[in-house]
């Protein structure tokens, strides 16, 4: 059995983190609801913004718009829009992006794969294994469209260059603090997603000024506000998933502490009682 001092010498140590990891969740909650007001705010903005991309992508197929956004070409190389975080202590916030990126590597051994990282913690795992062309770690410290449209520019200029052929935005998407979902979204080329029904019921609208106008505005504004909101997205899941994990953390440090000081009182009621032996032991030597 381990002798008293140590005992109490990790149980002032657990002890220690066990404040650390409730104060750190105290901190992810209060960032969270920040967080997740932000994005309850712009996901109707966002989602009737690609509802209507939706709309006006019917003549997309037509080839009536050259819109260079729009054009679709044979899949030879690939972008990925790594988003993670900037700092680690959240679970497996991070790792599962990076799993994601394996498996899309995996399943596309014979395409070029770059990455353009999001996060600290993104951009030191990936670029010691896959080929990084950029990270923009600093987003987060001040997360507004200003910022988040510098990338999206970035991003838009490769696809009009044909850089890439396909670009995919990977983050995780939140649902609440204990759930986040990891999502491969299509950013680059814009596609229209229906059917040939469907079709039928979205080309009879009227537009003012014409449609190709409209199309030509609005695209990179949606594109913009599609990366934002994926960035917001991703920070309100780095809080909750950070809060979760510290919530853990601080259970399990408080069930080792109780386990130690049980050791420590143990240890402690077995070294008065051999005292006791002791000074009884002597006592009877002495008669």
Known sequence: MANLKEIRNRIAS?????????????????????ATDAISRMRPYSDKLTELIQNLSSSFESGDNDNSYVKIRPVNKILLVAITSNRGLCGGFNSNIIKVVKEIYNKN?????????????????????????????DV????????????????????SKEEYDSIQLL??????????IVTK?????????????EKKSLVDYIYEPSQEKIINELLPK?????????????????????MTAMHKATDNAGELRDQLK??????????????????????????
Not at 171 to 180: G, I, L, M, P, S
Not at 188 to 193: A, D, N
Not at 236 to 242: K, Y
Request: hydrophobic share 40%; net charge positive.
């Open 14 to 34: 657990v002890s220690s983190t066990m404040q650390i990891t409730s104060a750190m969740k105290m901190v992810s909650a209060a960032k969270l609801k920040k």
């Open 109 to 137: 051994q014979d395409k070029k794969i770059e990455i353009l990282s999001i996060g600290k913690k993104g951009t030191d795992l990936l670029s010691k294994k896959y080929k990084v062309i950029s990270s923009h770690d």
């Open 140 to 159: 987060f410290d001040n997360l507004n469209y200003e910022n988040s449209s510098l990338i999206a520019d970035l991003i838009m200029k490769a696809f």
């Open 171 to 180: 983050y995780n998407r939140f649902k609440n603090a204990a759930t986040q």
């Open 185 to 197: 979204e299509p950013y680059l080329p814009i596609v229209p997603e229906y059917n040939s029904d």
């Open 222 to 242: 949606a594109l913009k506000t599609q990366l934002l909101k994926s960035l917001k997205d991703s920070f309100a899941s780095e809080h909750g998933a950070r």
């Open 262 to 287: 049980l050791t420590y009182n143990q240890a402690r009621q077995a070294s008065i009682t051999n005292e006791i032996l002791e000074i009884v032991g002597g006592a009877e030597a002495l008669k």
